[in-house]
């Protein structure tokens, strides 16, 4: 994606029952956000998710839509812990943000990678994401500290509160080494386990 505002990489499109398309990009200057539409694309909005910031290297964001067309913007913050800010569209068509939550505090998740999010009936609404506790700022190292889990968080209140699960509590999704974010070959890089995306 190249825009005046938001660039590069992005994650995957969205589709609310009302017919409007978001597409989440981690890059919009200093902060996070992506563009949507309301016209079936015939024009896109760039926007800004308030008081985020973009990770070095960083997972692209994903956005959950409920059956009542509220947001969910499901993103890895630039101090590496995972967060969603709920959104809503306002009358005029612009977009209106609120509640943001950490989706990790309650397991002392330090560094996440690879937000998902999914939406369901009204106020209904998924991220899942890789997480660790480990303390470090270069999660890519291979010889980082963390081993790393597949966690849900899940609202059924339109975001107010979210409930975290470790969903593989025996069975590690990432044994302990990074995470590379950066492309490249095997060769060069052999800790990129994971490539590029995970859809959970």
Request: aromatic share 10%; net charge negative.
């Amino acid at each position: 994606y190249d825009g005046t505002l938001c660039s590069n990489l992005h994650g995957h499109l969205k589709i609310a029952p009302d017919g409007s398309a978001y597409l989440p990009i981690k890059g919009c200057g200093s902060a996070q956000g992506g563009t949507y539409t309301h016209n079936a694309g015939l024009t896109w909005t760039q926007f800004t998710v308030p008081d985020t910031t973009p990770q070095a290297n960083g997972s692209d964001p994903s956005i959950a839509i409920d059956d009542a067309n509220k947001l969910y913007y499901c993103y890895v913050n630039g101090d590496g812990h995972p967060r969603v800010r709920v959104g809503s569209k306002l009358a005029d068509g612009s977009l209106s943000w609120t509640t943001d939550t950490d989706l990790g505090s309650d397991h002392g998740i330090i560094n996440a990678t690879f937000p998902e999010a999914i939406g369901g009936d009204s106020g209904r609404a998924s991220c899942g994401f890789l997480g660790t506790n480990a303390v470090g700022t270069n999660y890519e190292s291979k010889d980082f500290p963390g081993v790393w889990y597949l966690y849900i968080a899940t609202t059924l209140d339109g975001g107010q509160t979210w409930t975290t699960v470790n969903a593989t509590p025996n069975d590690p999704v990432q044994g302990v080494g990074g995470i590379w974010q950066q492309g490249g070959s095997g060769d060069t890089n052999n800790n990129r386990n994971l490539l590029d995306f995970n859809e959970v």
